[in-house]
């Protein structure tokens, strides 16, 4: 078994453009430690330290070169708020509890009401916003805290005597309570991960500003017919989430002592947009974001959701040897000649063969990942999305086959 010293090198050195000992082996699981383990959603949502087992067994069976914890929601704190725009497992929306939770598309922010997020997207956010994503929390629509000075802030000030209004507050209160134990609890995780000598691949997430107002505020498939219809307010919009939020959290990051910072981007695949558009509204956000997490001292790993083969001469212009992309969909030839030559590459390995192919089937496509992208450095296999269901024998093989073929010496 290797130390986490020397993984954590041959890491380092396939970000880097280098070739080290191996290809490193970094799938990029989210549920699989779960299921491979037996352990249900719903109880990993309920209380995080349930997924501990699940880890160690995934730690100890496959050895990965750096350990992807994946997201699940606490259920505590969707509980207490009730998001409509989620689904989680278990009785409130009657799943089974070894589903995971599913994300709804919808538009939060109405057309009529973009110039007023512009101007003040803090209250927005807040007292529209919020009211219609939460069920618990539509007493905060009762809300108007813009003239906070003195005889004006003490008239608003009547809205908290509102009984909507507490109720929103406990709600509120409920689930940062929740919240607080959720973090303590995934404290625990990480330590049961570092205890077995291995590092998580990032330390931290977020989204790029054009993907979190699509995410959270527009809806995805609004927000790309807005680049059509809403240009200049489109633009606006991106432009006051980057100055609000992206300098801040990648300070926080920092601060925590973050190595590699996880950018999942799910607004520019090949059909929601033109290169010409990308070009326009969604590569100066993301390229502002890389930018900035590289200043800091960071490692942007960026998720490349989605077919993203018309992109990648975009996606080449940046420093080198300092940025990772992820790849769902994309033709593997092409990305090496392009985006290789700059950055590190993993992903593509299609999990439906991993969760549906036969043994032999996951060598051929290991081996062909391996012929086109290790030569010269500058790639981790990994597959194409975050990984829950995958036939054990299946991952048994890809991990033997990397190990086997995808030695430098």
């Not at 070894?98 to 598309?105: G, N, R, V, Y």
């Not at 077919?307 to 092409?334: C, H, T």
């Amino acid at each position: 078994m290797d130390t986490k010293q020397e993984r954590d090198k041959r890491l380092d050195q396939a970000i880097a453009l280098e070739e080290p000992d191996r290809v490193p082996f970094v799938p990029k699981t989210s549920g699989f430690y779960l299921m491979d383990a037996g352990i249900s959603f719903y109880d990993a949502m309920k209380d995080a330290r349930n997924m501990i087992p699940g880890f160690q067994k995934y730690m100890r069976d496959f050895e990965p070169d750096a350990v992807n914890i994946g997201g699940l929601y606490g259920m505590d704190s969707l509980e207490a708020l009730q998001p409509d725009y989620l689904r989680w497992p278990g009785p409130d929306w009657d799943l089974p509890l070894d589903s995971s939770f599913q994300h709804i598309d919808g538009v939060y922010l109405q057309d009529d009401e973009y110039e007023e997020f512009i101007q003040d997207p803090t209250h927005v956010i807040m007292t529209k916003l919020m009211p219609r994503k939460f069920k618990e929390l539509k007493g905060l629509s009762k809300l108007y805290l813009r003239e906070v000075y003195d005889a004006g802030f003490y008239a608003d000030l009547g809205a908290f005597a509102d009984p909507e209004v507490q109720s929103a507050l406990k709600a509120l209160m409920k689930a940062g309570e929740a919240c607080a134990a959720r973090g303590a609890q995934m404290a625990a995780v990480r330590k049961a991960i570092a205890d077995e000598g291995f590092s998580t691949m990032c330390q931290g997430t977020f989204f790029i500003p054009f993907d979190a107002f699509g995410d959270s505020i527009r809806g995805i498939l609004q927000v790309v017919t807005d680049i059509y219809d809403y240009p200049d307010e489109l633009k606006r919009a991106v432009e006051k989430i980057t100055e609000m939020n992206v300098e801040r959290l990648v300070k926080i990051y920092k601060s925590r002592g973050a190595k590699r910072v996880f950018l999942p981007l799910h607004c520019g695949v090949d059909e929601f947009m033109s290169n010409a558009a990308y070009e326009e509204f969604y590569w100066p956000c993301l390229k502002r974001c890389i930018d900035l997490v590289i200043e800091n001292g960071m490692t942007p790993v960026c998720f490349c959701e989605g077919n993203y083969n018309s992109r990648l001469e975009i996606l080449s212009q940046v420093p080198k040897g300092k940025v990772v992309y992820m790849f769902e969909k994309v033709d593997i030839k092409r990305a090496k000649e392009t985006v290789g030559k700059v950055a590190c590459i993993c992903g593509n390995l299609p999990n439906a063969l991993l969760a549906f192919g036969t043994k032999e089937q996951v060598i051929e496509a290991t081996k062909r990942q391996l012929d086109i992208l290790a030569p010269g450095g500058g790639f981790i296999m990994d597959c194409s999305l975050m990984l829950d269901n995958a036939k054990h024998e299946n991952m048994v093989a890809w991990k033997e086959t990397t190990l086997k073929y995808g030695s430098y010496h």
